[in-house]
């Protein structure tokens, strides 16, 4: 009989898509009617949406059975826990009561590289840098993934597989081609030219600025590490969610009279501001 040696499954380290849920208050109840009204504004993006929950913002950790009450409660608002972020040797030992990982390098956008955190946190997290299958370089956050790895360009790409299209260069990454639906590009450290259309249900995201020469009617995301005075500009705005530094607007929060307008989104007095270019 021939001896089969292929593995079942294959397993890859990958972009980590996960919003952060940092505790500033320890108040199930708020919490949870925060996150049901966010679900419900937008349920095409918060719904069933993986979530890391961030309790280094408290000056206690909490007991099981509260931390355990938190995670029923959001996934009744429609979200689903799925690890806590890194802490002290509490958090991890509370990870281990819960049966929860712990991303002990998640660090979301309202953290410098250094640790330390900003004083305003963010209100998504920032896409984190990824691991190549075979070139190791170093990642922003470890822990489930959606399925996304990167190119020697630089680009990270998730879901309905690579944004074809992709050129490099040491000013920006250029996209020539459509990113569709289920596709994400990451400019790693630079700004990202997108040259045509970015479709529902598709990512671009940069840690310097956002420029989309056609109709966004995905999701964009710039100064993802943090980077405040990153903008976006666009000639056809349809936005699913805009995000800044991780202060982000979903399309429910946006005037409806910039839709199908060129516009500019940039971040002032840590709140997204949008206006026509007209």
């Not at 995670?71 to 281990?96: H, K």
């Not at 879901?159 to 569709?180: D, E, F, K, N």
């Amino acid at each position: 009989m021939a001896v089969d040696y292929e593995q079942a499954g294959e397993l890859k380290i990958g972009q980590v898509g996960i919003a952060n849920l940092r505790i500033r208050t320890l108040d199930v109840d708020r919490l949870v009617a925060e996150m049901r009204s966010r679900v419900q504004r937008a349920p095409n993006m918060f719904g069933r949406a993986a979530v890391v929950l961030d309790f280094g913002g408290l000056s206690q950790t909490p007991d099981a059975a509260t931390a355990q009450a938190l995670i029923d409660g959001l996934r009744a608002a429609g979200v689903l826990p799925v690890a806590l972020a890194y802490g002290t040797s509490e958090t991890d030992r509370l990870s281990q009561a819960l049966g929860l990982p712990l991303l002990a390098k998640f660090r979301a956008s309202y953290e410098r590289a250094d640790g330390a955190a900003e004083t305003t946190p963010a209100r998504v997290a920032e896409p984190a840098r990824t691991a190549e299958p075979e070139r190791a370089r170093p990642v922003a956050a470890e822990g489930a993934a959606r399925g996304g790895n990167a190119g020697p360009d630089g680009a990270s790409r998730s879901g309905g597989g690579a944004a074809a299209g992709v050129q490099s260069s040491s000013v920006g990454l250029i996209q020539s081609a459509p990113v569709r639906s289920g596709q994400q590009v990451y400019a790693d450290g630079r700004d990202l030219t997108v040259l045509t259309t970015v479709g529902a249900g598709a990512e671009v995201i940069a840690d310097g600025s956002v420029h989309i020469y056609g109709p966004l009617r995905g999701r964009a995301l710039a100064g993802a590490q943090g980077n405040n005075k990153a903008r976006i500009f666009c000639r056809e705005f349809h936005a699913e969610l805009v995000a800044i530094a991780g202060h982000y607007k979903v399309l429910e929060d946006i005037p409806k009279e910039l839709r199908g307008k060129a516009v500019q989104v940039w971040l002032e007095d840590e709140q997204i501001r949008i206006a026509a270019l007209d």
